[in-house]
């Protein structure tokens, strides 16, 4: 996507054909800053503190992570613990061990002499496949739209509820949830989004604003506890999520408070979609509830809220007393029963065991 005209992706290889460019999300919406990753450790430690983040471009900088750490050593026991450090940056998003899985099962074959090479051949088309199935997520995705705006009679606006940011920023380009909504806006149906404030990382304040704005999309942020109360309203048409993990019978993993609002759209008759590139279903899992691990971040990110002060700094302040304590779970678990279709590369499926075979037949992404 484009950023004052220039087009970038959230990742890419440098000029010099072996480092790796990123931008620091971290440092969103007030600073646009590039970093270089040159080894695994940098790839490991900007997923882990969310330099990067999302679930497909979690993926993508492990596969380059990869690469670097081949640079070093070309050896089974070195790719072996590569895989161990990245696996162990975050647990819940599957598109991490499925792209780890692909560059394992591609250069465990091969000679030493051949892996680094193959390597970033790899990295690259999975980087290249992630662009089009966002891409044809977005297609898919601008029919269901269309065909809500016009059920709608074409009057207003068409008022699309988003929670985290599934944007561009996480992915490689286009985003999954976030693609149909630019589609959309481009074909010229004039889409507006209330984006959930995404506490306690702010995802939604601080990157799905930045992204729809840069693009030019009408959007309002929104506190993570109004979704219920402008769906009463008949403000909401649809909501649209991304998916971190979801399991072969359509149970959606995604940023925590994510089940709250499909409880509240089915309660009040809104469509609730969730969209989603094939390396995010975990073909292994069916019951999301019982088996997706949650991760559990430090308490930090709930005790204090950054943003820009009156000085113009950005700057961390406390929002809790010192004696208090807090808990920080990053994801949640929407049950297939809540969610109304699941919007994929391959078209729209019911959010159900059936649905995925439909759309898939054989687990052709399968990530352990
Ligand atoms: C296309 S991204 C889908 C999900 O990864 C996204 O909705 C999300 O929850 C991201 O969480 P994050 O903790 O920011 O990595």
Redesign the pocket.
């Given at each position: 996507m484009k950023i004052d005209g220039i087009p970038y992706r959230s990742i890419w290889l440098k000029d010099d054909g072996w480092s790796v460019g990123i931008i620091d999300q971290t440092r969103l919406p007030h600073e646009f800053r590039i970093e270089r990753l040159t080894t695994l450790g940098d790839a490991a430690h900007a997923i882990k503190a969310?330099l990067v983040?999302?679930?497909?471009?979690?993926g993508a900088t492990a596969a380059y992570g990869i690469c670097l750490g081949l640079r070093a050593d070309t050896g089974d026991a070195a790719l072996e613990n590569m895989s161990e450090t990245l696996i162990a940056t975050?647990p819940t998003?599957v598109n991490l061990r499925w792209a780890i899985r692909a560059m394992r099962e591609l250069l465990l074959p091969l000679s030493e002499a051949e892996r680094v090479s193959a390597a970033y051949e790899k990295a690259a088309q999975i980087c290249d496949e992630d662009v089009a199935i966002n891409s044809a997520i977005g297609d898919h995705g601008l029919e269901v739209f269309r065909q809500i705006w016009e059920a709608k009679g074409k009057t207003g606006k068409l008022n699309i509820l988003t929670?985290?940011?599934?944007?561009w920023l996480?992915?490689v380009d286009w985003?999954?949830?976030l693609s149909p909504i630019y589609k959309a806006h481009d074909a010229g149906i004039p889409v507006h989004v209330w984006v959930d404030e995404t506490r306690p990382?702010n995802?939604g304040a601080h990157l799905t604003c930045w992204e729809l704005g840069k693009h030019g999309v009408d959007h309002t942020l929104i506190v993570d506890n109004v979704g219920g109360h402008l769906m009463q309203h008949g403000l909401v048409d649809l909501c649209i999520?991304?998916?971190?993990r979801t399991t072969a019978a359509g149970d959606v993993c995604?940023?925590v408070g994510?089940y709250l609002k499909a409880l509240a759209a089915k309660d009040n008759n809104v469509p609730f979609y969730v969209?989603?590139?094939g390396p995010?279903i975990d073909w292994e899992f069916e019951d999301g509830v019982k088996d997706i691990p949650i991760?559990i971040r430090d308490g930090h990110e709930v005790d204090y809220i950054q943003g820009l002060d009156r000085t113009g700094a950005v700057s961390e302040v406390r929002i809790l007393p010192e004696e208090s304590g807090s808990a920080n779970y990053?994801?949640d678990v929407t049950p297939a029963r809540l969610v109304t279709g699941l919007i994929t590369e391959r078209g729209v499926a019911e959010a159900s065991k059936e649905g995925l075979a439909r759309l898939y037949g054989q687990s052709v992404y399968k990530a352990s």
């Amino acid at each position: 996507m484009k950023i004052d005209g220039i087009p970038y992706r959230s990742i890419w290889l440098k000029d010099d054909g072996w480092s790796v460019g990123i931008i620091d999300q971290t440092r969103l919406p007030h600073e646009f800053r590039i970093e270089r990753l040159t080894t695994l450790g940098d790839a490991a430690h900007a997923i882990k503190a969310m330099l990067v983040r999302g679930a497909p471009l979690i993926g993508a900088t492990a596969a380059y992570g990869i690469c670097l750490g081949l640079r070093a050593d070309t050896g089974d026991a070195a790719l072996e613990n590569m895989s161990e450090t990245l696996i162990a940056t975050r647990p819940t998003a599957v598109n991490l061990r499925w792209a780890i899985r692909a560059m394992r099962e591609l250069l465990l074959p091969l000679s030493e002499a051949e892996r680094v090479s193959a390597a970033y051949e790899k990295a690259a088309q999975i980087c290249d496949e992630d662009v089009a199935i966002n891409s044809a997520i977005g297609d898919h995705g601008l029919e269901v739209f269309r065909q809500i705006w016009e059920a709608k009679g074409k009057t207003g606006k068409l008022n699309i509820l988003t929670h985290c940011n599934a944007g561009w920023l996480a992915t490689v380009d286009w985003g999954t949830a976030l693609s149909p909504i630019y589609k959309a806006h481009d074909a010229g149906i004039p889409v507006h989004v209330w984006v959930d404030e995404t506490r306690p990382r702010n995802q939604g304040a601080h990157l799905t604003c930045w992204e729809l704005g840069k693009h030019g999309v009408d959007h309002t942020l929104i506190v993570d506890n109004v979704g219920g109360h402008l769906m009463q309203h008949g403000l909401v048409d649809l909501c649209i999520t991304g998916t971190d993990r979801t399991t072969a019978a359509g149970d959606v993993c995604n940023k925590v408070g994510t089940y709250l609002k499909a409880l509240a759209a089915k309660d009040n008759n809104v469509p609730f979609y969730v969209a989603l590139p094939g390396p995010t279903i975990d073909w292994e899992f069916e019951d999301g509830v019982k088996d997706i691990p949650i991760e559990i971040r430090d308490g930090h990110e709930v005790d204090y809220i950054q943003g820009l002060d009156r000085t113009g700094a950005v700057s961390e302040v406390r929002i809790l007393p010192e004696e208090s304590g807090s808990a920080n779970y990053a994801f949640d678990v929407t049950p297939a029963r809540l969610v109304t279709g699941l919007i994929t590369e391959r078209g729209v499926a019911e959010a159900s065991k059936e649905g995925l075979a439909r759309l898939y037949g054989q687990s052709v992404y399968k990530a352990s």
